[in-house]
């Protein structure tokens, strides 16, 4: 069975446009890749079609009920938490706000189950306030690998600076690096398909 890589990437002020030079430079990744971006429901479309206009791949709104296709992008709609289901099913879900946003990158990132065999990236971009920190941590515990955007790229530095000061970051990278860095983690995900789950963190 082949490794599953699955990358969940979060972002807040200044996150289209971050986002938009980062998909430019990604290939079609042999990878589930999910984007937590938060924004207004009003902008729903116009970011979904900005994100498909500079990526190789698909991108689309998730919905409830689908399920996770590598080479395909999901991007959670805005008002509704976006939950994995087995880390392969989509649920949309109405529950309170967490760091007082719907949908919660932290929420997407936590619903990450511990299966053999899987290889998660976490990615935190430009954004204010704390969302993210206790996401990063939960995939850092996995055994995944996790990335934050540098103070001098990020728009706004607070959510970038929030997970690094967990401890629980492998790479600060300015914007230009971090597509390349997905690229060379995806590629050395197969070599994580016969070792041993890692234990929790306590």
Avoid at 14 to 37: K, M, N, S, W, Y
Avoid at 148 to 161: L, R, V, W
Avoid at 169 to 190: Q, T
Wanted: glycine share 8%.
């Amino acid at each position: 069975m082949e490794s599953s890589n699955i990358i969940i990437i979060g972002a807040s002020t200044g996150g289209p446009e971050t986002l938009q030079t980062i998909l430019t430079d990604l290939p079609v990744l042999d990878a589930f890749v999910l984007i937590v971006q938060h924004m207004p429901i009003y902008v729903n479309k116009s970011v979904r079609d900005e994100l498909a206009g500079a990526s190789k791949m698909k991108v689309k709104l998730a919905e409830d009920g689908e399920y996770l296709e590598k080479g395909i992008i999901l991007l959670s709609p805005s008002q509704v938490h976006m939950e994995l289901r087995g880390n392969r099913g989509i649920v949309l879900t109405n529950k309170e706000k967490v760091n007082f946003v719907r949908p919660a990158i932290d929420i997407t990132m936590k619903s990450l189950k511990r299966i053999p065999r899987i290889n998660p990236i976490g990615v935190i971009l430009t954004g204010i306030g704390l969302d993210g920190a206790e996401g990063i941590t939960h995939i850092k515990n996995l055994g995944g690998t996790t990335i934050a955007q540098d103070e001098a790229t990020s728009i706004i530095y607070g959510m970038p600076k929030a997970a690094a000061a967990t401890e629980n970051i492998d790479f600060v990278l300015p914007l230009p690096e971090i597509a390349p860095k997905i690229v060379e983690l995806v590629n050395s995900g197969a070599s994580k398909k016969d070792q041993p789950v890692p234990a929790v963190k306590k």
